[in-house]
Structures are given as C-alpha cells and as structure tokens.
C-alpha cells in the first residue's frame, strides 16, 4: 500500500458502533481523517486486524492505481454474484447497496452527463454532439504530470480511429484558464479538441478527485469505463478498440436525459 501523506488519522474506539443500515464494524471518514471501530472488535484481535487494514486502505485509495482499483472493484462484484459476505469487511456492503445488478454484469452503462463548454477558439461544444461516436474524455491539467504521459497516446489515438467514428475530448480543470491552457496546446500541437472544465462538469460527473480522470464513452453516450490516475496505453486501447466493434443500440426505448452542466 503507498505510504500515507498529510495529517495523522485520529482512531476511535465506540461501543455498539451503527450507521444507517444497522449494526457496523467500522467506517472511515476521509475529509475528517477518522476512524471509527466498533468496541466490540478488540475481543477478536485477528478480525480487528483485518477490519482495521481494509479501513486504513480508503486514505492511500486515490494512490493505489487503476490494477488494485480495477482488482478490488472485481472482488466486490464477485461478492454481489455469489451472494457472499466475503473478505473486505463491512464497508464493502455499502458499495454494494450503491451497484446495480446491470453494474455486475456490464450490460447496463449510466448515461455520460451532457454539458456545454468551449473550446480554445470560443465555440460552443456539447457531448451530446457527440452521440453515435466513441468518445475518449479527458479531465486533465498542464501541471499533472501522469496526464503529460498520456495526452500523447490520446492524440496518437485521435489520429488512428478519427475515421471510426472515434473523437477525443479534453476537459482542462486549470483553474488559471485559456492564459495556462492555450500555450500548452500549441506547444504540443495537440490534434483533438480541448475544452475548459469548471466544478459544475466535474460534479457533473460524481466529482473529479484525481486527474487525470478518463471516461470511455459509447456511441449511445453511455459511460463504458472509468479511468483515474495513470493508466496503461494499452487498457486505452483495448477499451476503444471494443467500443469501435459494437454498434450503436437500435433501442427505441427512451430514457431521461442526463442533466446538462457547466454551461458558459
């Protein structure tokens, strides 16, 4: 597990510990930087342990990397299949009651929210302009450095599958706006278009707590892949390669739009 930064994290011992569901044997509060464990652990050390770890595990989780994540998300929808309490404690069951069955199996995908930004030339763009292509968006910086690794595979795949039906879209979170952001497009020349975020995008889209944060987005406009921190150039292509072959649902069925965010 990466090493933990920033201020220590407070324990506290609380007997006949609950939250909303019941009864609970612990539950981290990452803001706050506490801990909460049920009293009634300290007469089973090796179970304390366990939880204590699994606990302990939420502070490094933006660090661990998109393999742990990807693995621990597996776990727990292992869990949902077989119907088991399984290894990773308590506070996996509240994951749990936020999946959907469509989440397990990978044959329902939430709609990406649709928003309204502009790009370096002042124009408007919408996602939902997008609809019936692959979509790679990129929420990123100029001062992060794993998103200045991949910005390189994502004009490299722009140039690749533009012919597919494929576009990117980066999303910049630059808080010093087109002043930081436009010399870093031209300095690198990048070949796909650029928009400037805000909070309102980023709430949008369950909150923005890394970057670089990175949607995969099918034809249907629906999120197929969640990618935050640096991930391999290889995931990438895997994920867009699977999305070009499948072609757009001929479903007629119609669904609420997603709320539109961060209009400028």
Not at 8 to 22: M, Q, S
Not at 135 to 141: E, H, P
Request: glycine residues 10%; contains cysteine; negative net charge.
């Amino acid at each position: 597990m990466p090493p933990l930064e920033g201020a220590p994290v407070e324990i506290r011992i609380l007997p006949g510990l609950r939250d909303e569901y019941g009864p609970a044997h612990a539950g981290s509060f990452i803001h706050p930087r506490l801990i909460h464990l049920n009293a009634a652990l300290l007469a089973n050390p090796s179970e304390l342990q366990r939880i204590f770890v699994h606990e302990i595990f939420h502070f490094a989780w933006v660090r661990l990397g998109n393999p742990r994540r990807r693995l621990y998300e597996y776990l727990v929808c292992r869990e949902i299949r077989e119907g088991t309490a399984g290894e990773l404690g308590w506070s996996s069951e509240w994951r749990k009651m936020a999946l959907t069955p469509g989440d397990v199996t990978g044959k329902e995908r939430r709609a990406a929210p649709d928003f309204t930004l502009r790009d370096a030339d002042g124009k408007t763009v919408r996602l939902s302009d997008y609809r019936g292509k692959v979509v790679l968006l990129d929420f990123w910086a100029t001062w992060c450095g794993p998103c200045k690794i991949e910005i390189p595979w994502f004009m490299d795949f722009e140039r690749k599958h533009k012919d597919r039906g494929f576009s990117v879209i980066g999303v910049s979170m630059d808080e010093e706006g087109w002043d930081a952001v436009k010399p870093f497009i031209n300095g690198l020349a990048i070949n796909y278009r650029v928009l400037l975020g805000n909070d309102g995008t980023a709430d949008a889209f369950g909150g923005i707590e890394a970057l670089p944060t990175t949607f995969l987005i099918d034809r249907d406009g629906k999120i197929a892949a969640t990618h935050v921190g640096l991930t391999s150039k290889g995931d990438f292509e895997h994920g867009i390669e699977e999305l070009l072959q499948s072609p757009a649902s001929n479903s007629t069925r119609v669904s609420v739009p997603a709320q539109r965010a961060g209009t400028e």
